[in-house]
C-alpha cells in the first residue's frame, strides 16, 4: 500500500522517510486485546482477523454473568454486562412456587415456569398417582378403571374412576326387541329411548308389500313404510276368464275388461262386443245356420222347416239346467230340442231366435 500511496503523491514520500526513521514501517499490524491485556494478535491480511471475531481476542471470555455463570463465548469487546446474553449452563434456580424447591430442569436462560418434577400423591378417590409437581390433586380427573354397576340396568361396566356413574353410558348390547321384530343393535340404552318409538331400524324389511296378493316382499329399509306392492302379475278378472297384467295390489273388481268377448250368442254366433257389454247384437240376419252334431238347438214358438220335414212347435220345452242354474245338462226326449244332424240345417231362420249349446 506504501507504494501506491507515495507514486501518486508528494507528501506520503515524505511520511514514508518519517516512519521509516521511527521503525514504524513493517509488513503487519500487532493488535492488543482491551479485555486480555497480555495477547496481541498480528494482522497482515484480511484473513488474519478471522482469530478475533468479536474485536477481542482468541481467549474465552469467562466474565461473570448476572445468573453467576461464567461466559462461555470468545472475547468480544460489546455487551460487556451481558443483558442479551442466552446462558446455555443448566439451571440452579427452583421453580416459583415449588413446596418441595425442585431444581428446574430447564436451561438457564428459559423462564423456569411450573415445576415438572414427577411426585406421588393422594387422590380424593383414594388412588395414588404420579402428578407433576405443580398440579392440584383436588382438580385431577382420575383416569384409574374400575368396575361399577350401573343403577339403571345393573349391569356391571368398566369406566374411569372420574366419570360420573348416574350418567355413563351402558356398553353391553341392547337385550331388547324392536316393535318390528328385529333385535337392536345398539348398546343398552334405557335411560334414552327404551321402548324404541324414536329408533329407526336399518335392518331390510321382513313383511309383505302393502296389499300384496302373493308374497312379494318389501326392499325397503324396515322403519320406511312399505307402500302397494308393485310388481305384475297375471289375474283373472271376475265375471269373465280373461287374465290381466296388473300391480299386485290392485284389485281386479276395479278394472273394467277391455278384451273381446268369448261368450256365444243364443244363435251360436260370438259375441261382437266387448267382454265388459252386456252380450248380444249379433250381425248375422236370416242366414243360413250349420250345426255340428255335438250341439243342441232350441226351436222358437213358430213353425220352421228342417230340410224337407215341418214342424210345428206345441208347447215350451222344458230344460235341465243341472245345479245352480247352470247349463242345460242333457235336453229331454219329448220336447222342441232337436239333435241337428251334420248333413243337415236349419234354413230362413233368425240367429237370435235360436238358442244353441253343448252337452256337458
Known amino acids: 500500500n506504501m507504494d501506491n ?3 501518486s503523491s508528494t507528501i506520503w514520500p515524505v ?9 514504524a514501517l513493517g509488513t503487519h499490524l500487532t493488535l492488543r486485546c482491551q479485555i486480555h ?13 478471522h482469530s478475533v471475531p468479536e474485536g477481542g481476542c482468541s481467549l474465552l471470555c469467562e466474565a461473570k454473568m448476572p445468573c453467576g455463570h ?19 449452563e443448566p439451571c440452579e434456580r427452583s421453580p416459583l412456587k415449588c413446596p418441595m424447591e425442585h431444581d428446574c430442569k430447564k436451561l438457564c436462560w428459559e423462564n423456569c415456569g411450573e415445576c415438572m418434577m414427577r411426585v406421588s400423591k393422594e387422590l380424593p378417590c383414594g388412588h395414588i398417582r404420579e402428578l407433576r409437581c405443580f398440579m392440584d390433586p383436588l382438580t385431577y380427573k382420575c383416569p384409574e378403571m374400575i368396575v361399577v354397576e350401573l343403577p339403571d340396568c345393573g349391569h356391571e361396566v368398566e369406566k374411569p374412576c372420574h366419570r360420573d356413574l348416574a350418567i355413563y353410558p351402558c356398553n353391553h348390547p341392547c337385550e331388547n326387541r324392536l316393535p318390528c321384530g328385529h333385535s337392536c343393535e345398539g348398546n343398552c340404552h334405557l335411560r334414552t329411548d327404551p321402548d324404541h318409538i324414536e329408533f329407526q331400524c336399518m335392518k331390510p324389511c321382513a313383511k309383505k308389500n302393502s296389499g300384496c296378493s302373493e308374497d312379494h316382499m318389501c326392499q325397503k329399509l324396515c322403519y320406511l313404510p312399505c307402500g302397494d306392492c308393485l310388481i305384475e302379475v297375471k ?9 290381466h297384467k296388473v300391480p299386485c295390489s290392485s284389485d281386479p273388481s276395479k278394472i273394467v275388461c277391455q278384451k273381446r268377448c268369448t261368450r256365444y250368442l243364443n244363435c251360436g254366433h260370438p259375441c261382437p262386443r266387448k267382454c265388459n257389454e252386456p252380450c248380444g247384437g249379433c250381425p248375422v240376419k236370416g242366414a243360413r245356420i250349420s250345426f255340428h252334431t255335438d250341439r243342441f238347438v232350441r226351436l222358437p214358438y213358430w213353425t220352421v222347416t228342417f230340410g224337407r220335414t215341418l214342424l210345428k212347435q206345441s208347447k215350451t220345452p222344458q230344460l235341465d239346467h243341472g245345479d245352480e242354474g247352470g247349463p242345460p245338462m242333457r235336453p229331454p226326449a219329448h220336447s222342441n230340442v232337436l239333435r241337428a244332424a ?15 249349446w253343448s252337452p256337458m
Open 5 to 7: 500511496l507515495t507514486q
Open 15 to 23: 511520511i514514508r522517510e518519517t516512519l521509516m526513521s521511527q521503525e
Open 37 to 49: 491485556t497480555t495477547q496481541f494478535t498480528h494482522v497482515g491480511a484480511a484473513e488474519d482477523f
Open 70 to 88: 461464567l461466559c462461555k463465548s470468545i472475547c468480544h469487546i460489546l455487551n460487556r454486562e451481558h443483558t442479551d446474553y442466552k446462558c446455555m
Open 235 to 243: 289375474k283373472t278378472l271376475p265375471g269373465c276368464d280373461h287374465l
Open 342 to 356: 251334420a248333413t243337415k240345417s236349419l234354413q230362413r231362420f233368425l240367429c237370435e231366435d235360436v238358442e244353441v
